[in-house]
């Protein structure tokens, strides 16, 4: 399995960018899975940012991001979202996306079993 993340770049302070994430397997089944998105800078730990359940219909996001960041999903497309709005310099970080099964919840790293490569955003002040 393979989360392939992209659309991460340089952006000024208040800008937008919009990061996706595509899964490739034959064997994953993309609907089955809940899809996160997490960050990591220099020297903390990966940090939840947004997740969504299976079908899309519910979504959850850290309190740092919520208001400008919105997570979707195209399951017909196998990929997931995450649209960065009203971006500011701390967002600055590697995002990563992540795929779990949802039984051990959304916000922890553990409760996913197969991550992306990460794809770094940077914001200028």
């Known amino acids: 399995v393979q989360l392939q993340a992209s659309g991460g770049g340089l952006v000024q302070a208040g800008g937008s960018l919009r990061l996706s994430c595509a899964v490739s397997?034959?064997?994953?089944?993309?609907?089955?899975?809940?899809m996160g998105w997490f960050r990591q800078t220099p020297g903390k730990e990966r940090e939840f940012v947004a997740a969504i359940n299976r079908s899309g219909g519910t979504t959850y996001y850290s309190d740092s991001v919520k208001g400008r960041f919105t997570i979707s999903r195209d399951n017909a497309k196998n990929t997931v979202y995450l649209q960065m709005n009203s971006l500011k310099f701390e967002d600055t970080a590697v995002y990563y996306c992540?795929?779990?099964?949802?039984?051990?919840?959304?916000?922890?790293?553990?409760?996913?079993?197969?991550w992306g490569q990460g794809t770094l955003v940077t914001v200028s002040s």
């Open positions: 992540a795929a779990g099964t949802g039984s051990l919840g959304y916000v922890t790293t553990r409760a996913y079993n197969v």
């Open positions: 397997a034959r064997t994953f089944t993309f609907s089955n899975y809940y």
